[in-house]
C-alpha cells in the first residue's frame, strides 16, 4: 500500500503548500456536504470529476450521472449537513485523500426525523489547476 508522500523538513514552502492544499480541500468537502442540505447540483458538477467512481454507505457503486440523480431525487428536508473529523492525506502536489465524517440530519418529507452519520474517503486529483474528486466512499456509522 502506497505511502503519503513524506514532506521534507527542509523545505517551508512544501509545508506551506501542504496546508494550503490541506486547507482547500477541508474547504471543498465542507462546501460538498452542505450542497446536500441545500439541494444545490452545481456543486457535485462542479467538485466531482467526470470520470468520478463511487461506493455510497448502501455499498452501490456509482458515477457522476449517479450522483447527481440522486441528489435530484433527494427530496428531505436538513437541519443540517456538515463534515468534520477531516484529516488529508498527500500523495504529491496534485493527488490527495481525504478522510473524515459527514452528519446529516433533518426530516423526510413525511416529517419523519432522521439522523446518519458516514465515515468517508474522498480522493482528488488537481487537474487544469481546479481540484476534483475521482473516487469516493462512504459506510453508515452505527447509530449511538
Not at 481525504?98 to 413525511?110: D, F, I, L, Q
Request: charged share 25%; with cysteine; proline share 5%.
Amino acid at each position: 500500500m502506497p505511502k503519503p508522500t513524506p514532506i521534507s523538513a527542509e523545505s517551508p514552502a512544501a509545508d506551506q503548500n501542504q496546508g494550503d492544499i490541506a486547507s482547500k480541500l477541508k474547504t471543498l468537502e465542507e462546501r460538498w456536504e452542505g450542497s446536500f442540505a441545500t439541494h444545490d447540483i452545481s456543486v457535485i458538477e462542479q467538485l466531482v470529476a467526470e470520470d468520478f467512481v463511487g461506493t455510497s454507505s448502501s455499498g452501490k457503486l456509482g458515477n457522476k450521472s449517479t450522483m447527481i440523480s440522486e441528489a435530484r431525487k433527494d427530496k428531505n428536508v436538513y437541519a443540517s449537513a456538515v463534515s468534520g473529523d477531516m484529516i488529508v492525506h498527500s500523495f504529491g502536489p496534485s493527488v490527495a485523500v481525504v478522510t473524515g465524517v459527514a452528519r446529516e440530519s433533518g426530516k423526510t418529507p413525511a416529517g419523519k426525523a432522521f439522523s446518519h452519520a458516514y465515515r468517508f474517503t474522498d480522493t482528488w486529483v488537481e487537474r487544469n489547476g481546479e481540484w476534483k474528486c475521482v473516487a469516493a466512499s462512504a459506510m453508515a456509522l452505527p447509530k449511538k
